[in-house]
């Protein structure tokens, strides 16, 4: 025991040295040395199952607006279809009611034509008769003077007259 | 023609001691004493030696400080101003020892700034440097920022690995926290001064881990860790395990037992990594040692000699720079399982 190799000795400087020493680096390290090191990482973690939880959620959210905008897509092409479908019945209607007051107007604007026709005609006619009349009454006063120049066939015509009136 | 390079430089370098040999062969005069000078290498020391040439050594002188057991006044000196009553006993490899006035040689309470302790002192500047930057990084830089990359990262993928697996897997998600930076000190510790203890000039080289005091005082830690803080359950299960009750009543076997097992496991600790960082020490100094000695039989037993101890040479470094790692690796990792152990309702968890 008494002449050991120094290194299998217990020798109470060397000990003494040894626990300030790693008094000292304890005290440093645990103050100062691994919590940085270890909250860090921790935190690290923390942070990245959280950006992991928020990645997964925005990626559904996206799935679900994407859907929400094929819908939504869907939706309008009805809708769409839904207008053409009713501006073509609109227009129809619109033509149909178009042709029909034109047909309308043609045959009032052709009915008043032939009133105006009518109208004109007997217009026309009884001018016609007028100066018809007039002729034949002048046509009948130049004979009644020719043929009254005398007594004799003014009485014979007056005769005439009278048995034509009396019967 | 790589290799060729290769071994031709290992030939070199098996021609390299030649001529310090031929330095030290007058200084030496007769043979070469192995296992004295790896004693010495492995041995603390009051200076730090660096090289020798022609008789001369080159050294940095260390601060003693001894306290006289005869009068209780300190001195404070270097190995050449070694005050009267004070001598390195030789007997005692070198100790100080004091020449009381009775004439007996009493062991005086010895403060010394010896190899080792300025070992440990780099050790904790060199922890202190690489955790302050780290920290410093930290605290530029958080969560939502950029992970580190480089030095600080490797930092911190080794202190995850220990703290995440080792750690927390051996004492449980419960009761883990408070021991988590003990027990990273603890690693890191052992595993700078192993990898500081393979290099082989001034700023490393000294022997620490393989030293019983700086293990001794690491176990009795481990064991405080252990026992002071373990639950009700754990000390139940000492002093009244589930065994037979004609185990522990009239004769209390099992108890004795189970104590027995608590300062076991620590001394296991100690001795564990004492004698392998130390084996290995000594393993990579013989070879070295074996170099000088193949050449003081001769130039061609030498070239042989010298070309096999520098390649087992090269392997024993490689095989201490592993040994370095996992010998940190047990010791925290069996600190962390027996710490484990006396918080067993975490186990059943």
């Not at chain 1, 009915?111 to 109208?119: D, P, R, T, V, Y």
């Not at chain 2, 004693?39 to 603390?44: A, I, R, T, V, W």
Request: charged share 20%; with cysteine.
């Amino acid at each position: 025991m008494e002449n050991l190799p120094s290194i299998l000795t217990p020798d109470l400087g060397l000990l003494f040295w040894m626990l300030f020493a790693f008094l000292v680096v304890l005290f440093f390290l645990v103050r100062f040395g691994f919590p940085a090191i270890t909250n860090t990482v921790e935190k690290r973690k923390q942070y990245i199952d959280e950006s992991l939880a928020k990645a997964h959620e925005a990626s559904e959210r996206l799935l679900h607006i994407k859907q929400e905008g094929e819908t939504l897509l869907q939706e309008a092409r009805e809708q769409q279809a839904k207008i053409m479908k009713e501006a073509a019945e609109t227009r129809d209607a619109i033509v149909e009611k178009a042709e029909e007051k034109a047909r309308q107007e043609s045959v009032r604007i052709i009915a008043e034509a032939k009133q105006q026709i009518a109208f004109e005609k007997q217009e026309a006619i009884r001018d016609i008769r007028s100066q018809v009349a007039e002729l034949s009454v002048n046509i009948a006063e130049k004979i009644l003077r020719e043929e009254l120049s005398s007594d004799k066939a003014q009485q014979a015509n007056i005769d005439r007259l009278l048995d034509e009136v009396s019967k | 023609m790589k290799q060729i390079k290769t071994i031709v430089l290992l030939f070199l370098i098996s021609f390299l001691p030649l001529q310090l040999w031929s330095a030290t062969e007058e200084s030496a005069a007769g043979g070469l004493n192995i296992s004295e000078i790896v004693l010495e290498h492995l041995s603390d020391n009051y200076e730090w030696h660096i090289a020798s040439y022609k008789g001369k050594s080159l050294s940095i002188p260390l601060p003693i400080i001894v306290r006289s057991s005869a009068t209780g006044a300190w001195s404070v000196c270097t190995a050449e101003t070694l005050p009267k009553p004070f001598f390195f006993d030789a007997a005692h490899h070198g100790k100080i020892y004091e020449q009381m006035p009775n004439g007996s040689h009493v062991r005086p309470l010895d403060l010394s700034i010896t190899k080792v302790v300025l070992q440990i002192w780099i050790v904790v500047l060199v922890l202190l440097c690489i955790f302050g930057y780290c920290s410093r990084w930290y605290k530029h830089h958080d969560e939502k920022s950029e992970a580190p990359r480089g030095f600080v990262g490797a930092i911190e993928m080794i202190v995850m690995t220990i703290n995440d697996d080792v750690v927390k897997g051996s004492i449980g998600e419960k009761h883990y926290k408070p021991y988590a930076p003990f027990l990273l000190t603890v690693f890191f510790f052992i595993l700078t001064s192993n990898l500081i203890g393979l290099i082989p000039i001034f700023p490393g080289g000294s022997n620490i881990t393989g030293n019983i005091n700086i293990t001794l005082f690491l176990a009795i830690c481990s064991m405080i860790a252990i026992n002071v803080f373990g639950s009700r359950e754990y000390w139940k299960d000492i002093f009244w395990p589930h065994v037979p009750t004609f185990l522990k009543v009239p004769v209390p076997l099992m108890p004795a037992i189970e104590l027995f097992g608590v300062f076991t496991k620590p001394f296991a600790l100690m001795i564990r990594l004492f004698a392998n960082m130390m084996a290995g020490h000594a393993v990579i100094l013989s070879f070295t040692c074996v170099i000088f000695l193949g050449w003081s039989m001769g130039v061609g037993f030498g070239i042989g000699l010298n070309t096999f101890s520098i390649i087992m040479l090269l392997f024993m470094n490689a095989l201490e720079f592993l040994v370095a790692f996992v010998q940190a690796y047990v010791f925290t990792l069996l600190t962390a399982v027996f710490i484990g152990l006396a918080h067993p309702q975490a186990e059943t968890e």
